[in-house]
């Protein structure tokens, strides 16, 4: 008696230790299974579960399985359950992520548009900012050529201001030339008045000379 009593507790004891590698199981298709106290069609039935209800395994005794679903935790027999998610569960999860698509889709339609508007605008500006840095180019060119042109205006002007400060040293040249010439010419004419005067003195007086003596021949 004290035999049976204790291989029962043990049967117990393994039926009630949870599986070392804990798996999820789902109910077949179109079907809804008991979900048992204990692991024959005797317990008492604690709820229904639907077809794919995810079940968390948590040990496993003949044909049963215990199972924990939310915070309910009970037995239903292996052969309603499948490793796999039912096919309606599947089509679900495919056109939820159909709609995720394609909003994730739509979404990135959007982005493309505003892109392409961004980049619309970029290029509008661009070709703004390349008018303005030709138009930049050209004044930059024609101020160049403004700037050359002072510049040569400028330095013409210098070469004119020196050849006129030499035209005036020349002058001035000259004019101390002249003075000078005039000086000459006056000091000239003085020495030729003076050589004039005296010649006609010279003359006056051979003539006097020679006229006396013709008078005195004459007498």
Same mark, same amino acid.
């Given at each position: 008696?004290?035999?049976?009593?204790? %291989?029962? @507790?043990?049967?117990? @004891?393994?039926?009630?230790?949870? @599986?070392?590698?804990?798996?999820?199981?789902?109910?077949? &298709? !179109?079907?809804? =299974?008991?979900?048992?106290?204990?692991?024959?069609? $005797?317990?008492?039935?604690?709820?229904?579960?639907?077809? %794919?209800?995810?079940?968390?395994?948590?040990?496993?005794?003949?044909?049963?399985?215990?199972?924990?679903? $939310? /915070?309910?935790?009970?037995? *239903?027999?292996?052969?309603?359950?499948?490793? &796999?998610?039912?096919?309606? &569960?599947?089509? #679900?999860?495919?056109?939820?992520?159909?709609?995720?698509?394609?909003?994730?889709?739509?979404?990135?339609? /959007?982005?493309?548009? @505003?892109?392409? $508007?961004?980049? %619309?605008?970029?290029?509008?500006?661009? &070709?703004?900012?390349?008018? !303005?840095?030709?138009?930049?180019?050209?004044?930059?060119?024609?101020?160049?050529?403004?700037?050359?042109?002072? =510049?040569?205006?400028?330095?013409?002007?210098?070469?004119?201001?020196?050849?006129? #400060?030499?035209?005036? *040293?020349?002058?001035?040249?000259?004019?101390?030339?002249? *003075?000078?010439?005039? /000086? /000459?010419?006056?000091?000239?004419?003085?020495?030729?008045?003076? %050589?004039?005067?005296?010649?006609?003195?010279?003359?006056?007086?051979?003539?006097?000379? *020679? !006229? !006396?003596?013709?008078?005195?021949?004459?007498?």
């Amino acid at each position: 008696m004290k035999a049976r009593i204790i %291989g029962l @507790a043990l049967i117990g @004891a393994l039926a009630w230790v949870p @599986a070392a590698n804990a798996k999820t199981l789902y109910i077949h &298709d !179109s079907l809804r =299974v008991d979900m048992r106290s204990g692991p024959t069609t $005797g317990h008492r039935i604690l709820d229904f579960l639907p077809s %794919g209800t995810a079940m968390q395994v948590l040990s496993e005794q003949g044909e049963w399985i215990q199972v924990r679903v $939310g /915070d309910k935790e009970g037995w *239903v027999q292996v052969q309603y359950t499948t490793p &796999d998610i039912i096919a309606r &569960d599947k089509l #679900e999860r495919a056109l939820r992520e159909i709609g995720t698509l394609k909003t994730e889709n739509k979404n990135l339609r /959007d982005q493309l548009n @505003a892109t392409q $508007g961004e980049l %619309g605008n970029v290029k509008s500006n661009f &070709d703004k900012v390349s008018g !303005s840095a030709t138009d930049l180019q050209k004044e930059l060119s024609r101020v160049t050529t403004i700037s050359r042109t002072a =510049v040569e205006t400028e330095a013409a002007y210098r070469k004119l201001q020196e050849d006129t #400060e030499m035209l005036k *040293v020349d002058m001035e040249k000259l004019k101390v030339e002249n *003075v000078r010439l005039k /000086d /000459d010419n006056f000091n000239k004419g003085i020495q030729w008045g003076m %050589g004039a005067v005296l010649m006609g003195v010279i003359l006056a007086w051979l003539i006097s000379k *020679v !006229s !006396s003596r013709k008078r005195r021949s004459d007498w």
